[in-house]
């Protein structure tokens, strides 16, 4: 029984590196130009809009946020979802990679808001199939630091009476939220729920992996991959 596959990383900017990569318009040494037109975006994009760069400018635009976005903050984390490639090979040979991906897709929709899946790209011209998403991340719950200071601080009663609890369901711009070390667990567990009909597992849990960037774990799926 192979592993699920899932690697989450912040990216700086409109992350256009990224797209030149899923897009095709800059080709990888390791693709298969001959099987590039097998590659397909799952997620239907408004009018208008043509590409990675474009989705991820729309959604920040149309999210409702009130606060100017930083020079330096988090618009977009890139996720990488596949398998041991064996089990990714396996499922291809065995017709159902299609309901594989529709899983995928159901699996980001449910766990980070469908409205905030800008992109979701299933590459097939490499050894190893994979899909490469995009994701907008917008929550609405309160700011982490906001409810842990309210939780330590001791008011005084004139001020819990004057206090006026702002509104929770605004929209806010926080990559923080969202991969908090919490959370970062409980994906992974719901990740290999949802791919255990597939025979693939968890990692390890505690195994003291070190994180890498999304392009050194690029290489080192795709050296596994030539290796086997």
């Known amino acids: 029984m192979g592993y699920a596959v899932l690697h989450m990383e912040k990216a700086s900017g409109s992350d256009s590196g990224m797209s030149a990569h899923i897009e ?3 080709a990888p040494k390791n693709a298969d130009a001959s099987r590039t037109h097998l590659n397909w975006e799952m997620i239907h994009s408004p009018d208008g809009v ?3 760069t474009e989705a991820i400018q729309h959604r920040l635009e149309t999210a409702g946020l009130q606060r100017k976005i930083g020079k330096n903050q988090v618009r977009v984390v890139r996720i990488l979802l596949t398998g041991s490639p064996d089990d990714m ?3 291809e040979q065995s017709g159902k990679l299609d309901d594989w991906c529709r899983d995928n897709l159901d699996w980001l929709k449910k766990t980070y808001g469908a409205e905030n899946i800008v992109s979701a790209v299933v590459h097939l011209d490499e050894t190893t199939p994979h899909i490469h998403a995009t994701m907008i991340p917008i929550v609405t719950c309160e700011r982490r630091k906001k409810r842990q200071e309210q939780q330590t601080e001791q008011a005084s009663d004139e001020k819990k009476r004057k206090y006026r609890k702002k509104s929770t369901d605004t929209a806010r711009l926080c990559a923080d939220d969202v991969m908090s070390r919490v959370r970062l667990k409980e994906y992974q567990n ?3 729920e949802q791919m ?5 597992k968890r990692g390890i ?3 003291g992996a070190k994180h890498v960037a999304t392009s050194q774990y690029y290489r080192d799926l795709l050296t596994l991959s030539e290796s086997v």
């Open 24 to 26: 095709r318009t800059v």
């Open 50 to 52: 043509t590409n990675r």
């Open 89 to 91: 090979k396996r499922i």
């Open 190 to 192: 719901s990740y290999a």
């Open 196 to 200: 255990a009909k597939y025979g693939l």
């Open 205 to 207: 849990e505690g195994s």
